[in-house]
Each structure stands twice: as C-alpha cells, then as structure tokens.
C-alpha cells in the first residue's frame, strides 16, 4: 500500500465520524500494509476533550502489549497534524514515523516538535518519529473545510480559546 492509499483510509475514517457528527479526524496505525490499531474523534458522543483519534488509536495499541522494537516500524497516518498531546503520546509509544496531512490551525505541535526536539532532547531515550506532512492535502482540507470543523474553529476563537 502506497503512503496515499493509507491516508486516504484515513479520510475515509474521517468522513465516518462526521457522519456521526463528530469533528472529521481519524488516525490509522500500520505496520507495513496492516492495521494495528484505528480510530475518529468522539468529542460529541463521548463529551469528553482528550479523546483525540490519535491518542485514543495509540491507546489502543498499547493495550496490545507489542515491543517497543516493532512499535518503531509502525507508521501513524492522521488527517490533521498532531496537538502536543497526541504527539507526545507518539513518542511515548515508539511508534516510528508520523504521516499527517493538514497543518492544524491552532493546536499542531509537529512543525514546532521537528524545530525544537534537537535543542531539548540531546540526551533523552525518547525519539521524534519521522514526520512528514501533506499528504493528500486538498482531499483533506475538502472535508475539514467544508465541515462543522470550521464551525468548532470558529467557536473556539470566539471563546478565546484559540488563536
Ligand atoms: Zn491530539
């Protein structure tokens, strides 16, 4: 499976939680051409803030209880980039390489992360995934633009909550 082919899986998750009214972000964790674990944001149904689909597919594969060695082969594909949350749970579980598609607007940490990580982290254990973004960009950013996402964006700036 080509790296498009995976994301545009993602999109395809995506689009599901929109359906359900849910903000349309999915994430999907390979290894190789295998899904390992997978999931879509569930803000709505859950009514909770931290239930990112990037963390809740990482907590899924840690409950798979797979080495820390096979964890750095996996691929985490995401339709928008990582918040600081979601990244640092990445780098936790070892996972290898993040592939993201849109740059978020307010909450991503990967560009800051790919910046910075060398000035803080000489010394740690802890590894930055290979990050690579943009892909299929204008697919995502049809669904993300024309969607409630803009609306939440919307919602968050005109609490403050954003910048
Ligand atoms: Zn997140």
Known sequence: MTVHEKMKLVIDLAERALE???????CIIFHNDTIVAQS???????????VH???KALMELDQKKIKAKEKRQME???????????LGA???SFVG???YSLDAPSDGAAKWAVKSWNDY????????????????????KAL????????????????GLAV
């Not at 359900?20 to 999915?26: D, V």
């Not at 879509?40 to 931290?50: F, V």
């Not at 982290?121 to 995502?140: A, D, M, R, Y």
């Not at 993300?144 to 609490?159: D, K, P, V, W």
């Open 20 to 26: 359900k009214n849910e903000l349309p972000i999915a």
């Open 40 to 50: 879509h944001t569930s803000e709505s149904e859950d009514d909770r803030l931290l």
């Open 53 to 55: 689909a990037e963390l």
């Open 76 to 86: 985490l594909f995401t339709n928008l980039e990582p918040c600081m949350m979601c």
């Open 90 to 92: 990445s780098i936790a």
């Open 97 to 99: 390489k993040v592939y």
């Open 121 to 140: 982290h000489v010394t740690s254990s802890f590894c930055l995934p290979e990050i690579k973004s943009g892909i299929l960009k204008s697919e995502s």
């Open 144 to 159: 993300i633009g024309g969607s409630i996402f803009r609306e939440f964006l919307n919602a968050t700036r005109s609490l």
